[in-house]
T-cell receptor, first 110, second 113 residues
């Protein structure tokens, strides 16, 4: 089983749509969770950290379910500029490194 | 505030040569991480340095090595380059306290001919 699994997509949605990404992780010792976005041939950029209580940043809402080892990201009112690959990322803590899912590609069309 | 800076942007080498990639972390960050992203693949962890010490390494052969300097900048060295080493090499930095998010540089694109 892969350490972090995501639907690879691509998700093709019209502007204004709501889109949801899901992710599961295998290591129950995982301590911190993030969503990054990566534009084509660019570096990953931190989108938001994910907390057990759920957190929201504008049009973006992230949820974490530790019992199910499941993380989600909801994007409301999607914009053309949201087109990117969204990476689900987990940190086990003691190992230091981030463990990346392979990403879900989103294309927002006019 | 300056972000993570990496140099060079692009590097072209031939098989068997050696490559050195450089990274300067965000000011105040003491942890530096190196990742490899080969075309079409996800990011793979290479090395983690904190306070000048190697703290962890990923599943890569010993010809991938590095170091961290007293000013917390870091070098990644790749010896005996092979064609499959062609990839984007990303450096990230973070505070060493707790499970902090990592912030990435623009990367060095290494091409092996």
């Amino acid at each position: 089983r892969k350490e972090v699994e995501q639907d690879p997509g691509p998700f093709n949605v019209p502007e204004g749509a709501t889109v949801a990404f899901n992710c599961t992780y295998s290591n129950s010792a995982s301590q911190s969770f993030f969503w990054y976005r990566q534009d084509c041939r660019k570096e990953p950029k931190l989108l938001m950290s994910v907390y057990s209580s759920g957190n929201e940043d504008g049009r973006f809402t992230a949820q974490l379910n530790r019992a199910s080892q499941y993380i989600s990201l909801l994007i409301r009112d999607s914009k053309l500029s949201d087109s990117a690959t969204y990476l689900c990322v987990v940190n086990v803590g003691s190992q230091g490194n981030l463990i990346f899912g392979k990403g879900t590609k989103l294309s927002v069309k006019p | 505030e300056a972000g993570v800076t990496q140099s060079p942007t692009h590097l072209i080498k031939t098989r068997g040569q050696q490559a050195t990639l450089r990274c300067s972390p965000i000011s105040g960050h003491t942890s530096v991480y190196w990742y490899q992203q080969a075309l079409g693949l996800g990011l793979q962890f290479l090395l983690w340095y904190d306070e000048g010490e190697e703290r962890n390494r990923g599943n890569f052969p010993p010809r991938f090595s590095g170091r961290q300097f007293p000013n917390y900048s870091s070098e990644l060295n790749v010896n005996a380059l092979e064609l499959e080493d062609s990839a984007l090499y990303l450096c990230a930095s973070s505070l060493s306290i707790g499970n902090q998010p990592q912030h990435f540089g623009d990367g060095t694109r290494l091409s092996i001919l």
